[in-house]
């Protein structure tokens, strides 16, 4: 494929047209007219040789490769997007413009908040924009990395991208105030006999790894996709649950649970922030980066006393 053969026009063009499945609102979209917006359609079919767009009764349905490019066409514009809008030099105080950044809850909780407050003060034309954190993280970080501007993540999911630590925290186990079989600490029998509420995300992958290298396979009576949920789902049963200590401490006015400590040598736990290579030299991603680093060293320890009740 020669790119410069290719007017890269036709992905705005492209995107439009498998969004909107018409000619005459995909043309409205981007600012040309029908007939303009029909040839880019004829160009692109030859480029593909495919119809992309098939009609069906008075209607255009995608091909089985119009659904196909869909999402990459979308990765593909957001991609050039944040390429020419690369700057040499970036002033906060007086630039206007958004950072999109993937995490979870809990990321959100303990540290995207305080990061949104010092971006507030120091910046007030950045916009942050915080996405959940999708199943397809580990299979597919590339693609989503070139997407966004950043993704929070602990060391130990995804390599092999660059990434600037941020802060670290370490795992605790919550417990029901007025659990029945756990007075003041867990033993490893308990990990393996009691139900476990668990996130179920592939986030707190290296914890689950070391449960598993200890021989311990949680008996899972619950899943959710949130870390937030977790104490709010233990309270008042026989369930346990692995969640971060700050966020524990967070979370501690919220539940009538007790935060206990594993009967193990948790592995901790380093947060960093992840970024696609294009991003590494660009004036506002440094900007981000260093910001989001001060951000993090900022940050009080992870310090929680256990068998506690936490009001």
């Known amino acids: 494929m020669n790119l410069a053969r290719l007017d ?27 007939p303009a917006m029909s040839a880019a359609l004829a160009r692109l079919r030859r480029h593909f040789d495919d ?45 206007s413009r958004e950072f999109k950044l993937v995490a979870s809850d809990y990321a959100v909780s303990v540290f995207g908040a305080e990061l949104a407050r010092v971006v507030h003060e120091e910046a007030p034309g950045i916009r942050l924009r915080f996405a959940q954190t ?53 033993t490893r029998q308990d990990l393996a006999d009691l139900p476990w509420v668990t996130y179920q995300r592939t986030y707190d992958a290296p914890a689950v790894r070391q449960l598993g290298m200890l021989g311990v396979e949680p008996r899972v009576e ?19 649950a692995m969640v971060q200590a700050r966020l524990a401490r967070l979370l501690a006015p919220l539940a009538p649970v007790r935060v206990v400590e594993p009967p193990y040598e ?39 006393s256990a068998t506690r009740r936490r009001r």
Do not use: C
Not at 70 to 88: G, I
Not at 271 to 283: F, G, I, K, N, R
Not at 296 to 302: E, H, I, K, Q, S
């Open 51 to 95: 119809e992309l767009l098939a009609r069906v009764g008075g209607h255009y349905e995608l091909t089985a490769l119009g659904q196909v490019l869909l999402d990459r066409t979308s990765t593909a514009y957001d991609v050039l997007e944040r390429l020419f809008s690369s700057q040499a030099e970036f002033d906060p105080a007086k630039e």
């Open 266 to 304: 948790a592995v901790p736990l380093q947060e960093a922030l992840w970024w696609h290579p294009v991003h590494t030299h660009d004036a506002a991603h440094i900007w981000l980066r260093e910001t989001a680093a001060r951000v993090g060293a900022t940050l009080a320890p992870p310090h929680l």
């Open 222 to 240: 619950v899943s959710v996709d949130s870390f937030q949920l977790l104490p709010l789902l233990v309270a008042g049963t026989r369930r346990i």
């Open 134 to 186: 999708p199943t397809t993280v580990v299979e597919d970080t590339a693609t989503l990395l070139s997407a966004v501007d950043g993704l929070l993540m602990p060391h130990g999911v995804i390599s092999d991208f660059p990434a600037t630590d941020l802060y670290d925290d370490r795992w605790v186990f919550v417990v029901s105030d007025d659990h029945p079989s756990v007075p003041d600490r867990l």
């Open 8 to 34: 890269l026009n036709l992905v705005v063009a492209l995107r439009a047209l498998l969004e909107e499945r018409n000619v005459t609102r995909a043309g409205q979209r981007v600012g040309l007219s029908q």
